[in-house]
Nanobody
């Protein structure tokens, strides 16, 4: 029932910027956290940035000062503003939402988007 769709990826030169968007459809009763992950070929998927329901954020050391995670007030759309992009940022970026779809708030599920490709050229 819950679906996440990423958009905004593409090809950009080093030093450039991109804004990724994650649109959510379907109801989530309570959201614990939202975040962005990325996976480069031959590497493990890694957390890029996360934001909790309370608004606190966490970033991978490699993107601190360059990336900013945000969301709309309804928590139906999440963004990742990426500045000063580097070739090592090249990866498929995935949207993640963790939450509950019922009053059973202990029943927490993870929802994932299909991913969007970000390629940074040097």
């Amino acid at each position: 029932q819950v679906q996440l769709v990423e958009s905004g990826g593409g090809l950009v030169q080093a030093g450039g910027s991109l804004r990724l968007s994650c649109a959510r459809s379907g109801s989530i009763f309570s959201i614990n956290a939202m975040g962005w992950y990325r996976q480069a070929p031959g590497k493990q998927r890694e957390l890029v940035a996360a934001i909790t329901s309370g608004g606190s954020t966490n970033y991978a050391d490699s993107v601190k000062g360059r990336f900013t995670i945000s969301r709309d007030n309804a928590k139906t759309t999440m963004y990742l503003h990426m500045n000063s992009l580097k070739p090592e940022d090249t990866a498929v970026y995935y949207c993640n939402v963790r939450g509950s779809t019922s009053l059973a708030l202990w029943d927490v599920n993870d929802y994932w988007g299909q991913g969007t490709q970000v390629t940074v050229s040097s």
